[in-house]
């Protein structure tokens, strides 16, 4: 199939884009096409216009401070993939970018369009939820800032409203030496997972937990923070047990069920994969200390 008809707007300006917006009731953003595009096809989206934001500078940049990264909704995969700022100071970021689908889809698709796509086993929207992201999104009438926490309404639907448009994501930073871990089941290279697992750990200088970060993505519809978990593993020592009871949160977490993959499997794929993304961060947190 083909797409519906569209008017294609390439605005070089965020205000114009914005404007744009505002002015097209039925309008669609367009930044990597990774997803946008083959939606197009199936005529699963049929928008009236067609706004094409890759050629806006200003949303594509990686900005440092202190104790965060903010990036451009624009920043293309492989810009991040290929980033000494970003493996240094977002590593889980960076291997879960790895993950993500092949080379030719990393040199096109935007970190933003995978937020605002949602898809329950994209790798980036794990991440932004292990780092506790903060996202901007904008419009004429001015900026809202939402919690990654927050961002997600159900299956695939960002807490975007009409006229509006991400255009940054910032990360808070973790301690120079703590441990990150990421983990994916999928049937082939390059395939959505089944189910991903992501970790970060800080240990105190006994050796215990200081703080955690557990996040289950493929399983439900949207990315799952094992807060609870997390919560009680705090102060414990990374032992054999902990990571049994974050295995166990993570099996606890009601699966979906589709013709393709039962929720009992999901169920048993996360709680692997979580094992692993913990354990190696737990070694990696070890690793620096010492």
């Known amino acids: 199939m083909k797409p519906s008809p569209f008017i294609y707007h390439r605005p070089t300006r965020l205000a114009d884009a914005l404007a744009l917006l505002d002015e097209r ?4 953003v367009l930044a990597g096409g990774q997803s946008l595009m083959a939606m197009l096809n199936l005529r699963l989206a049929s928008p009236d216009d067609l706004i094409d934001i890759a050629r806006i ?5 990686i900005h440092e401070e202190t104790d965060a990264l903010e990036i451009g909704a624009m920043a293309r995969q492989r810009q991040l993939e290929k980033s000494p700022l970003v493996r240094a100071r977002l590593p889980l970021l960076a291997r879960a970018i790895d993950h993500v689908g092949h080379q ?14 949602l898809d329950p086993s994209a790798e980036i929207p ?55 871990g990421f983990s994916e ?10 189910a991903a697992g992501a970790a970060l750990v800080c240990l105190d200088g006994a050796g215990k937990i200081a703080r955690l970060s557990l996040t289950l993505a493929g399983a439900a519809a949207t990315p799952s923070r094992l807060r609870e978990a997390e ?30 993959i039962s929720s009992w499997y999901r169920n048993r ?13 737990i070694s990696e947190a070890k690793e620096q200390q010492s």
């Open 185 to 194: 089941f999928s049937r082939r290279h390059g395939d959505f997972a089944i």
């Open 126 to 180: 794990a991440a932004a939820m292990a780092y506790d992201a903060t996202l901007t999104v904008q419009s004429v009438r001015g900026a809202r800032r939402i919690a990654m926490r927050d961002f997600p309404l159900g299956m695939m639907t960002p807490d975007i409203a009409a006229g509006e448009m991400l255009t940054a994501i910032r990360f808070d930073t973790w301690p120079q030496k703590h441990g990150a």
């Open 231 to 260: 919560q009680i593993l705090v102060g414990r020592a990374p032992d054999a047990a902990a990571v049994q009871q974050a295995v166990d949160a993570a099996a606890a977490v009601k699966a979906m069920d589709d013709p393709f």
């Open 57 to 61: 500078p200003e949303l594509a940049h």
């Open 269 to 281: 794929i996360g709680a692997v994969v979580i094992r692993r993304a913990f354990e190696s961060a």
């Open 25 to 28: 009731p039925n309008a669609r």
């Open 104 to 117: 030719q889809t990393r040199n096109w698709g935007t970190i933003g369009g995978s937020l605002c796509h």
